[in-house]
């Protein structure tokens, strides 16, 4: 009876036993089959995560684009019609067909060096500045001279307006005191600041000539274009309205003399309009050729533009550069003017996935 009693008990501890290890396998497969299934779905929402993040950087990548060729078109344009400019220039210096101005304005050149004209076709103005010393020096020349100037700078500004450039450009003299204004500074300007415009005066055409120059020769290492070139400068302080500007500025020759500057100023507040963002996140920049930032937005403050100076000095152009502190972009622009990036931190990326991340919690 004893020996039945001690083989069931026997019997029993197995049966427990081979019970308690058959709970430890179930017990370690759940665990397993959970954590893979875990595994699946973080790994799954990583790719998700990836792929949506792809997608995020193609689509301001294609962002960065558009705005590229929206601003290489605007500077081809502004390019354009410097050479129209150039090839006006040329033809009422060579024209033997000389007429007179309005008597009102020829007047009011004489007494002030200062007049208004009018292209009534296009509803338009400019200003005409000639100088004391000019003035007398054209002598009995003084009435031809100014019809040349005149009807240069209205055809110009009629140019300007079929190009739909709603920027200020300007035909200066370089060895005498001239300048034309186009369109007149009575004109409100696309882009420039509501600043209170100082009345004109002739003596300003020297301190533009100076500005232009001193920029010409800083950032190009001479005072003057060559023929049939054309250059950017920039960003500067233009002295007509006190705003930032850059300029594209060529040069009209009479033979192998430079004789008028020719220039169309773009404020740096109206290409801020051309950095469309897909969202608020990220940061584009213009940068010109020697990376200066010309306009950035949002602003950025020096440390961030340094750094990203700093590593377009070594990338290539249409292709995204990764760095610790986030993904950088760069565009070019048309040659001989810089370039657009596009710059956005890892912390902003999330933020611009934030919702598609939501989705996968």
């Known amino acids: 009876m004893q020996k039945i009693l001690d083989r069931t008990q026997e019997s029993l501890a197995h049966a427990f036993a081979s019970l308690a290890q058959s709970a430890k396998r179930q017990q370690r497969l759940y665990l397993v089959t959970i954590g893979s299934l875990m595994l699946i779905v973080v790994v799954f929402a990583l790719v998700l995560a990836v792929l949506a993040a792809d997608k995020q950087l193609d689509y301001r990548r294609a962002f960065a684009a558009q705005n590229a060729t929206d601003i290489s078109l605007l500077l081809h344009r502004e390019e354009s019609f410097l050479r129209r400019a150039e090839f006006t220039l040329d033809f009422y210096g060579e024209t033997q067909n000389v007429l007179r101005v309005p008597e009102n304005v020829e007047q009011s050149v004489l007494l ?178 020697d990376r200066r930032v010309i306009v950035s937005s949002p602003p950025v403050d020096g440390q961030t533009a340094k750094r990203l100076q700093d590593v377009l000095a070594h990338s290539s152009p249409g292709a995204y550069r990764y760095t610790r502190d986030g993904m950088i972009l760069s565009e070019p622009l048309m040659p001989g003017f810089g370039t657009l990036v596009g710059y956005i931190s890892w912390r902003a990326l999330i933020a611009a996935l934030g919702w598609e991340l939501a989705a996968l919690a």
């Open 112 to 289: 002030s060096g200062i007049a208004r004209g009018t292209v009534e076709r296009v509803t338009a103005q400019f200003d005409v500045l000639v100088g004391d010393a000019t003035r007398k020096a054209w002598g009995p020349a003084f009435g031809a001279k100014l019809w040349r100037l005149y009807e240069a700078a209205q055809s110009t500004l009629m140019t300007q307006q079929a190009f739909e450039l709603r920027q200020r450009s300007m035909l200066l003299g370089l060895n005498e005191d001239y300048a034309a204004i186009l369109p007149s500074l009575a004109q409100a300007q696309t882009g420039a600041a509501d600043a209170p415009t100082p009345p004109l005066q002739p003596a300003v055409v020297s301190t533009l000539r100076e500005t232009l120059e001193h920029e010409l020769e800083t950032q190009t290492g001479k005072r003057v274009p060559g023929k049939g070139e054309r250059l950017w400068l920039g960003p500067y302080l233009d002295p007509l309205q006190g705003v930032p500007v850059i300029s594209a500025v060529a040069a009209h020759y009479i033979g192998d003399t430079p004789a008028t500057l020719i220039t169309m100023s773009i404020p740096v507040d109206a290409l801020a309009a051309y950095l469309a963002r897909p969202t608020s996140e990220g940061t584009l920049l213009l940068l010109t050729v």
